[in-house]
């Protein structure tokens, strides 16, 4: 059975950092590309970095995170992570991680990305 669990969300102040992490159970990550797509409230889901798989060599982060997020993989763990540093108030919303085919330079296709998680609320206040 396939699923996939986000954890590592909470509230963080202004400048903080927190690391998601994105487990999968029931098929291999190797093979898969790792998405991060966020959804801020009233607003719609967007990707905002991408991994390629093990074979490719592709990152691709959003500008409103470049600089600031960084992607990695441990495929021994079957695990994505987001380490997301300075962090904003603007960065709140609920984080998603998504299983897909490939990343791209322009980031992580929400139509095209197969296994999806729960999602984990990241609050950035004072």
């Known amino acids: 059975q396939v699923q996939v669990v986000e954890s590592g969300g909470g509230l963080v102040q202004p400048g903080g950092s927190l690391k998601l992490s994105c487990a999968a159970s029931?098929?291999?990550?190797?093979?898969?590309?790792i998405g991060w797509f966020r959804q801020a409230p009233g607003k719609e889901r967007e990707g905002i970095s991408c991994?390629?798989?093990?074979?490719?060599?592709?990152?691709s982060y959003a500008d409103s995170v470049k600089g600031r997020f960084t992607m990695s993989r441990d495929n021994a763990k079957n695990t994505g992570y987001l380490q997301m540093n300075r962090m904003q108030p603007d960065d709140t919303g609920v984080y998603y991680c998504?299983?897909?085919?490939?990343?791209?330079?322009?980031?992580?296709?929400?139509?095209?990305?197969?296994?999806w998680g729960q999602g984990t609320q990241v609050t950035v206040s004072s």
């Open positions: 998504a299983f897909g085919p490939y990343c791209s330079t322009y980031g992580p296709s929400r139509d095209e990305y197969t296994y």
């Open positions: 991994l390629s798989s093990s074979s490719g060599g592709i990152t």
């Open positions: 029931g098929f291999t990550v190797d093979y898969f590309a």
